[in-house]
């Protein structure tokens, strides 16, 4: 102990290898630390994102499930190969009744955004601000006439390429269910 007080009390200081060594202990920690930084944002960024798109799949299969449970009046339309094998067809118009529209609606989705089309206009089927941090989304529908049920498929997306299926990459949420009209007897 008394060396090392003589040693702190004198005048030699400390030698330049010394003082090179404890630079690169404090850039090695340095760096260390930026790297835990950068990788915990990134991490956090990534989950507030599918968060987000769990979000927004939800919010969107509700405003579905609420624009068709009010359907009355489906027709469906049955162009070339429009029928699926499982009998369902792909293309539909419906009178709109929960978001008042009319007659002859349909859901489609373009530029990653789900509209209600109508005579050439397209509204909103949720707000703009829905879409936060980039996101996307897609619907597939379809109406099957025996049962009287829509199939719906939801996904929400980031990137700029629309997916094929829940396996696609970038797929952060995605959902299918059916919707039965409450009114029967279109």
Same mark, same amino acid.
């Given at each position: 102990?008394?060396?090392?007080?003589?040693?702190?009390?004198?005048?030699?200081?400390?030698?330049?290898?010394?003082?090179?060594?404890?630079?690169?202990?404090?850039?090695?920690?340095?760096?260390?630390? $930026?790297?835990?930084?950068?990788?915990?944002?990134?991490?956090?960024?990534?989950?507030?994102?599918?968060?987000?798109?769990?979000?927004? &799949?939800? $919010?969107?299969?509700?405003?579905?499930?609420?624009?068709?449970?009010?359907?009355?009046?489906?027709?469906?339309?049955?162009?070339?190969?429009?029928?699926?094998?499982?009998?369902?067809?792909?293309?539909?118009?419906?009178?709109?009744?929960?978001?008042?529209?009319?007659?002859?609606?349909?859901?489609?989705?373009?530029?990653?955004?789900?509209?209600?089309?109508?005579?050439?206009?397209?509204?909103?089927?949720?707000?703009?601000?829905?879409?936060?941090?980039?996101?996307?989304?897609?619907?597939?529908?379809?109406?099957?006439?025996?049962? &009287? &049920?829509?199939?719906?498929?939801?996904?929400?997306?980031?990137?700029?390429?629309?997916?094929?299926?829940?396996?696609?990459?970038?797929?952060?949420?995605?959902?299918?269910?059916?919707?039965?009209?409450?009114?029967?007897?279109?």
């Amino acid at each position: 102990m008394k060396k090392l007080k003589k040693k702190l009390r004198g005048k030699g200081g400390f030698s330049l290898f010394e003082m090179l060594i404890a630079v690169i202990v404090m850039l090695l920690v340095s760096e260390i630390l $930026t790297l835990c930084v950068r990788m915990s944002t990134e991490y956090y960024t990534k989950s507030v994102t599918e968060s987000e798109g769990q979000t927004i &799949c939800a $919010t969107l299969s509700t405003a579905v499930q609420k624009e068709l449970n009010y359907a009355t009046n489906v027709q469906y339309v049955k162009p070339m190969g429009a029928e699926s094998a499982d009998g369902f067809y792909e293309q539909y118009t419906y009178y709109s009744r929960a978001l008042q529209h009319g007659s002859s609606c349909s859901l489609v989705s373009r530029d990653g955004r789900l509209y209600i089309h109508k005579a050439g206009q397209e509204y909103d089927l949720v707000g703009a601000r829905t879409y936060t941090n980039g996101l996307k989304a897609e619907i597939s529908s379809k109406w099957n006439p025996e049962e &009287c &049920c829509f199939s719906v498929w939801i996904a929400v997306y980031k990137g700029d390429t629309a997916p094929e299926d829940t396996g696609s990459a970038g797929v952060l949420a995605s959902q299918s269910f059916n919707v039965y009209p409450l009114n029967k007897g279109f």
